[in-house]
């Protein structure tokens, strides 16, 4: 709403934003970031959702008119610039508690130690792009600061990444600058956090862990590239608790989950990366926002019909309110994700199973009834309002199709709107039948995939690193 307002300002049309008082520090930060920092915002008391008719209207009438007409008949007070330190200036000098201790007091760190971010491990990090350090990757919302390769590298030191990382950072920040991943919605109130998956020999290279343990903390490049990313979002992007970040319960920042190529090679499933254009073989990220998830343990069976219907069965219980993403808000933008353990891969694979039947049986399986589907998208919630029914929506053609089949209210409808927005990516402890199943955020992260582009001679630049 603000970036509506801001947009209407800039117009010469004055305005009055109605922001809740939760939201008042984050709408407050986030029109500094769009170049205003007066804009005209006019309290309501509490949070709407929670009032009666009666309580809505005696805050209104009490405090938000007022409040409304001030914003539009009265210039608002000047606004105050907050100078900030230009890219190459050097903050402070001193030892590494001091300079730790400064970082965290201007909110440029998340609590845990840094490394301090000097011109010399800057340049080395610099020396694994060919892109100028001055390059514009692009803006980042909600502060509207530019992603540059230099800043990239100098969250890069911070978060403890080795240099040789580099290429993977610029493919990130890449992907986090592209308008289709929307990283304006990095704080909001579900506190979704983002997880990195890469794929291609750079796994290997960089030594990524792909196996036992995957998506704990451990190995330096999934942990450090993954404390990067929240790193970035911080200092670049803007996002600080109690202003721009608004999650009601955040989540920290995830480390990297490397799909096991050589699982992958033995099967013939193409990896992660290929939903989004990439080849097998080729070195890519793909970034999304997940709201949660869970461990789906000691998945049994021989076949893969013994093993799906556990997996459908964990796909829908990790699917409530996230339903707006396929019916609703913003329809067919739902993409959960299933990790599946190599042995659990394997045994489908051998049983004549491609990637896409395993989505296939998961589409046609994974599924709750109609009547439950709707409760989560207009009576538990109030993501949706307009009173029809899936059935009435999908026949004015509003919906998928398979959604309007029968008026049962007990009919058994899909979780996602079609087989291929199940995303499936293997990884993990080789001989255990555990899989791990993710449930999407939708347009507010839409997966994204941007390939690593490596410097000239990677090759040596790695061997005189190691």
Not at 20 to 44: E, H, I, R, S, Y
Not at 109 to 114: A, F, H, K, M, V
Not at 349 to 370: I, N, T, Y
């Amino acid at each position: 709403m603000l970036r509506a307002s801001a947009a209407a300002e800039a117009a010469g049309i004055p305005t009055s934003s109605l922001v809740c008082d939760g939201f008042l520090g984050q709408g407050a930060t986030t029109a500094v970031g769009l170049g205003m920092p007066n804009l005209p915002m006019a309290k309501v008391p509490g949070h709407v959702d929670t009032q009666t008719d009666n309580e809505l209207r005696d805050n209104l009438t009490g405090v938000t008119v007022a409040e409304v007409i001030e914003n539009l008949t009265q210039a608002p007070p000047a606004a105050v610039a907050i100078p900030e330190p230009g890219p190459r200036d050097v903050v402070i000098e001193g030892s590494h508690d001091e300079i730790n201790r400064f970082f965290y007091e201007n909110g440029w760190s998340d609590g845990l130690p840094i490394v301090p971010p000097t011109q010399g491990r800057i340049e080395r990090f610099l020396a694994f792009t060919d892109l100028e350090p001055e390059h514009e990757i692009g803006k980042l919302a909600p502060d509207n600061r530019a992603a540059t390769i230099w800043n990239v590298a100098v969250n890069g030191v911070m978060a403890g990444c080795r240099p040789q990382y580099m290429p993977v950072l610029v493919a990130l920040a890449e992907a986090m600058a592209d308008p289709g991943y929307g990283v304006e919605h990095s704080g909001n109130t579900p506190g979704a956090e983002t997880l990195i998956t890469i794929n291609g020999p750079i796994i290997k290279e960089l030594g990524f862990n792909y196996e036992q343990g995957a998506l704990r903390d451990g190995f330096q490049a999934n942990t450090t590239i993954g404390r990067w990313w929240r790193l970035y979002l911080r200092n670049v992007a803007g996002f600080l608790l109690h202003q721009t970040d608004k999650g009601t319960f955040g989540n920290t920042w995830r480390v990297v989950l490397a799909e096991n190529e050589d699982a992958l090679a033995r099967i013939g499933w193409p990896p992660l990366a290929s939903d989004f254009g990439h080849r097998a073989g080729d070195n890519a990220v793909t970034i999304s926002r997940y709201t949660g998830g869970d461990v789906v343990a000691s998945v049994f069976g021989q076949t893969p019909e013994g093993m799906l219907p556990y997996l459908a069965d964990a796909l829908v219980k990790q699917s409530g309110w996230q339903l707006i993403f396929t019916v609703g808000m913003s329809t067919g933008s739902y993409r959960p994700l299933l990790v599946l353990s190599p042995i659990l891969a394997e045994t489908m694979a051998k049983a004549g199973w491609s990637r896409d039947d395993v989505r296939q049986w998961l589409f046609e399986h994974a599924r709750l009834p109609a009547r439950r589907f709707e409760q989560y998208i207009t009576e538990y919630t109030n993501f949706y309002s307009g009173g029809r029914s899936l059935y009435d929506r999908a026949n004015l053609g509003k919906v998928p199709e398979i959604y309007g089949q029968s008026k049962d209210p007990d009919r058994l409808v899909p979780i996602v709107g079609a087989a291929e927005d199940i995303l499936i990516a293997v990884s993990g402890d080789p001989g255990r039948t555990n899989a791990q199943v993710f449930s999407h955020n939708g347009i507010l992260g839409y997966p994204t995939a941007r390939p690593v582009r490596l410097p000239n001679d990677w090759q040596g630049k790695l061997a005189a690193a190691d």
